[in-house]
């Protein structure tokens, strides 16, 4: 069955620093994949999303590019913010349905 | 447009109560979930609605019922709540267009606490 993988947390970064969380996944056929971001406290939000091979998702500084070859998808932003300090999910939808199947979240602290 | 609205925020349940969750989306998308939120394990998909009228089970029913009231509305019935269910609940709703598997959108969460 398809399957999301990502790096395990928590991630702490400084203020400024590169970040990249690893996301790889199995799936049959050509899925959807998404980054989500949840804040403390609140549901789950689309970052970026990404819909076929070699096409780029980008916002907010954040950028993840669909790699079929390798079957990744991970998540980096050249400098980070306090503000970006969160939990991070990875997920896709696979053909033939509805539902979406989620990693199981990185934490990144971004110290000032 | 609210987006997707869950009612309670937060909940106190004893063993063997009962309670519904509400949920519901303003933006006219067919397809519905539930999921549950517990510390280190991701999002759990408890039950989905496709479209109105239809309800399929997730990974993780047990204990668990739903009903697509309408096409706005999903609920989420605990018949006798159980300690193991203390969770985060989220509802969520997407929509497929032109064969694209488009993002989920979510509510703010219940947070329940069964003693």
Redesign the interface.
Known sequence: GNSVTQMEGPVTLSEEAFLTINCTYTATGY??L?W?VQYPG?????LL?A?KADDKGSNKGFEATYRKETTSFHLEKGSVQVSDSAVY?CAL?GTGG???I????TRLFVKA | NAG?TQTPKFQVLKTGQSMTLQCAQDMNHN?M?WYRQDP????R?IY?S?SEGTTDK?EVPNGYNVSRLNKREFSLRLESAAPSQTSVY?C?S?E?TSG??N???????TRLTVL
């Not at chain 1, 989620?102 to 979240?105: R, S």
């Not at chain 2, 280190?40 to 999002?43: Q, S």
């Not at chain 2, 993002?103 to 969460?109: A, N, Y």
């Open positions: 899925p959807s998404f989500y609140e549901g789950l939000q689309l999303k819909t999910f939808t509805f539902k979406t989620f990693g199981a979240g | 997707v397809s979930y280190g394990m991701g999002l998909l989905y496709a997730g989220f969520a997407s497929r694209t598997y993002e989920q959108f979510f509510g703010p969460g």
